[in-house]
């Protein structure tokens, strides 16, 4: 799957770099601690182009960010303006809890197998009352496209995976459209879980 990301970066990187997603950003801040944002550790699990992870380093969090692909990781941080490591989520691990996890759109690319444990790993890494949003697109199952790996997910899928996740619960589920104009048919189903 990372040949994709490194043999398409260009158009990838223009296709996503500038797509609004503050509204996503902001659902996901307002469960965040409301400390001074300088004191709020957040990770761009999967960053893609670097988008968010610069989003949230210009309001003032404390970042971190990976990404597999070799090629994102060099674009995101130069984007991002901050370190990006090169890891895949099913070898994440970090020196430090966080009280937030953003993996927009990044989660999906793990198989259906593998999920249940990498989602126990994220939330192992999540401070108590941690937040973690994901998103998938809607859909039943595991499939191909272009060379990537897509597991996707309904609302009854997704509570049957956070059933093998015991550690976090679900604080919001909702839908939205993709937000990229030559997408917009594509549905998406987005989640806030809550670490207990």
């Known amino acids: 799957m990372n040949d994709f990301y ?19 950003r902001e659902r996901f801040i307002a469960e965040l601690p409301q400390d001074a ?8 699990a999967g960053t893609g182009s670097g988008r968010d992870a610069r ?3 210009r ?24 370190p990006v490591q090169q890891m895949r989520f099913e070898d994440f691990s970090w020196d430090h809890p966080f009280e937030g996890i953003w993996a927009c759109a990044s989660l999906l690319h ?8 990498v989602m126990r790993r994220l ?5 108590t009352d941690g937040i973690l949003y994901t998103s998938f697109k809607l859909g039943s199952g595991d499939r191909q496209k272009d060379g990537r790996h897509f597991t996707d997910m309904t609302e009854e899928s997704l509570s049957a995976l956070l059933d093998e996740c015991p550690a976090l619960r679900q604080v919001e589920q909702w ?20 670490k207990s």
């Not at 309001?59 to 901050?82: H, I």
């Not at 939330?123 to 401070?127: C, E, F, R, S």
Request: glycine fraction near 4%.
């Open 175 to 194: 839908r939205t459209n993709d937000r990229r104009p030559d997408r917009k048919e594509d549905i998406w189903l987005n989640a806030l879980l809550r």
């Open 6 to 24: 490194d043999a398409n970066a260009e158009q990838f990187l223009k296709d996503t770099r500038n797509v609004d997603m503050s509204a996503l």
């Open 37 to 44: 944002a300088d004191t709020v550790r957040i990770l761009d």
């Open 59 to 82: 309001a003032g969090y404390q970042v971190a960010a990976f990404d597999a692909s070799p090629t994102m990781v060099k674009a995101a941080a130069e984007f991002a303006g901050l």
């Open 110 to 117: 793990v198989a259906g197998q593998d999920l249940p444990s």
């Open 55 to 57: 989003a949230f380093h």
């Open 123 to 127: 939330a192992n890494h999540l401070v």
